[in-house]
């Protein structure tokens, strides 16, 4: 998510896993590609590796260095087409909400960690009807423990 550029490098980069609709907002300090490679390194390495399997990008130059993600975690990149944003429609969808936290005119250096978290919280543990009203938090977490079972 891009605020105004007035208030420097700082940007959130929001993901989203496509079947549960769970939801990670991080905070970058820079809006160039390596630091938030990094950035997404550190905060899905806790993950199971087949909770982390691929990330699609759109084609900013944000994502140009995505090798990094694949050496360091070994998710695999995928790219929209250009000028495609309805090919990654659910991260789409979860920025419009995050809006109603971060509008474009929120000044980043003052969103905290914690903030962001409490962001997350709230999204990931609202029922959703294409859930079938579970919310995402639930199904991203059976969805962890089948990964489990088939690995024991």
Not at 2 to 14: D, I, P
Not at 18 to 28: A, E, G, K, L, P
Request: positive net charge; hydrophobic residues 30%; proline residues 6%.
């Amino acid at each position: 998510m891009m605020f105004r550029k007035e208030h420097g490098k700082v940007n959130v980069t929001s993901l989203v896993e496509r079947v549960s609709r769970f939801t990670v907002v991080i905070r970058d300090e820079d809006r160039q590609s390596k630091p938030i490679m990094e950035s997404l390194i550190q905060g899905l390495a806790p993950l199971p590796a087949d909770a982390r399997q691929s990330i699609t990008f759109d084609r900013g130059t944000e994502s140009s260095a995505w090798q990094r993600l694949t050496d360091g975690i070994g998710a695999d990149a995928w790219f929209c087409d250009p000028q495609a944003p309805y090919q990654k429609g659910t991260v789409e969808n979860t920025n419009n909400r995050l809006r109603k936290y971060l509008p474009r005119s929120t000044e980043p250096t003052a969103l905290t960690n914690r903030y962001l978290k409490s962001i997350c919280h709230r999204l990931n543990t609202t029922p959703r009807k294409c859930l079938g009203f579970r919310t995402p938090a639930e199904v991203f977490e059976s969805k962890l423990m089948e990964i489990q079972n088939r690995l024991e």
